[in-house]
């Protein structure tokens, strides 16, 4: 009996480690790929003291790939993640889920960096906090808002599948991603290291589905099919954390999320019985999104 157990814990802390090492497999090849400072500056890293190749390091990611600076910003009452990419030398910026309440503090980083903010795009219509798109429309010239077709809100450009968003050198690419909502797209940078999930995948978690158009048969479908398949080492940046978790990867989210790691039948029953109640906003929010958080785009 006792031997049979110990056979058990011992193939369970085997999977486990196998486990682990797709989800880690990835990290050492993000950390080797890049040249980039941790200062997002574009200095070389040797300049700025960075480990060695392979060695794993914990920051909220201002070091992406080549001269391509990035900064991750955090409101805190809707727990909402805004993402300031630029191209290093152009300057050429795109912010991905600007708050309202934000907008002063998104606006003066971008001028303290000395940077051309061409578009603010939206991930989905949110539901518990008002963009800050159409309020940063009116304080800087030539901005373009985005927000996919799909979500039926109104901005300059609407995305659909392969769209790409340009910022000098560089690109995100757009993958659609509905369940959450209709609308919710994931923005992946050009070499696939990094995706923008918005609120589809979450850290350990995901969207849920039980409002404006959700579907979990459909978030499932989108996050193996849009999302899973980019590669283990590519970077996970989710529009929302609850629990202070700032960045995850492929490999790691299809290795231990709970919701994804099961069958399609059993998500769809987690998703049914999450019981979450209505985000505060939401009467707010939504009807101010379909029209960029103002009135008037
Ligand atoms: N308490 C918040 C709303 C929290 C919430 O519903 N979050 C959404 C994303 S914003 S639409 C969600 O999908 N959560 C998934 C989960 O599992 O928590 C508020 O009142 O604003
Ligand atoms: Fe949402």
């Not at 696939?192 to 978030?219: H, M, P």
């Amino acid at each position: 009996m006792c031997s049979l157990l110990t056979k058990a814990a011992a193939a369970a802390a085997a999977r486990r480690q196998d486990r682990l090492r797709v989800a880690l497999r990835g990290l050492g090849e993000q950390s080797g790929a890049s040249s980039v400072s941790p200062a997002g500056d574009g200095r070389p890293r040797a300049a700025a003291g960075a480990p060695p190749r392979g060695r794993r390091r914990y920051s909220t990611g201002t070091r992406l790939s080549d001269g391509l600076l990035f900064r991750q910003l955090f409101e805190s009452e809707s727990s909402t993640y805004t993402y300031l990419l630029a191209d290093a030398v152009s300057k050429d910026a795109v912010l991905i889920d600007p708050v309202l309440e934000t907008v002063d503090r998104d606006l003066k980083l971008i001028e303290e960096l000395g940077l051309r903010l061409k578009t603010a795009v939206n991930t989905h219509c949110h539901a518990d906090h008002v963009t800050g798109t159409g309020l940063m429309k009116t304080r800087l010239a030539g901005l373009k808002s985005a927000i996919s077709k799909s979500s039926g809100a109104a901005a300059d450009v609407l995305l659909s599948e392969g769209d790409r968003i340009t910022f000098g050198n560089h690109y995100l690419t757009v993958r659609e991603t509905p369940g959450h909502t209709d609308g919710c797209v994931t923005l992946v940078t050009q070499d696939e290291g990094v995706a923008f999930t918005g609120d589809a995948l979450l850290i350990r978690g995901c969207g849920r589905t039980d409002f404006q158009q959700g579907c979990s048969k459909r978030l499932y479908a989108s996050i193996q099919q849009k999302i899973f398949t980019l590669p283990d080492r590519c970077l996970v940046y989710p529009a929302h954390d609850y629990l202070g978790q700032t960045v995850s990867t492929v490999g790691e989210e299809r290795a231990f999320n709970p919701r994804l790691t099961k069958s399609l039948e059993d998500f769809v029953a987690i998703m049914n019985n999450l019981n979450l109640p209505k985000p505060s906003k939401i009467d707010i929010s939504v009807p101010a999104n379909l029209v960029c958080g103002v009135h008037h785009v």
